[in-house]
């Protein structure tokens, strides 16, 4: 039987506080495992990117702060 870690890229994740759980309780109501969750949400955000351009796949923490 083939190791199935050999033909996958592992990476390291640290994650902020709280969001693990996050992904967790989506992932049970997407019956998935949380390694899926994690590569699903990736993937959209890919997608949305490549579809839409750099801006699609913006978050907060990526934009510059406003000044009031």
């Given at each position: 039987?083939?190791?199935?870690?050999?033909?996958?890229?592992?990476?390291?994740?640290?994650?902020?506080?709280?969001?693990?759980?996050?992904?967790?309780?989506?992932?049970?109501?997407n019956?998935?495992?949380?390694?899926?969750?994690?590569?699903?949400?990736?993937?959209?955000?890919?997608?949305?990117?490549?579809?839409?351009?750099?801006?699609?796949?913006?978050?907060?923490l990526?934009?510059?702060?406003?000044?009031?």
């Open positions: 039987m083939a190791d199935i870690s050999r033909k996958t890229d592992q990476y390291p994740l640290r994650l902020p506080e709280g969001m693990r759980d996050r992904i967790r309780q989506q992932a049970a109501a019956r998935r495992s949380v390694n899926s969750e994690i590569i699903f949400y990736l993937d959209q955000a890919l997608e949305a990117r490549e579809e839409n351009g750099p801006a699609a796949g913006a978050t907060a990526d934009q510059e702060p406003t000044t009031p």
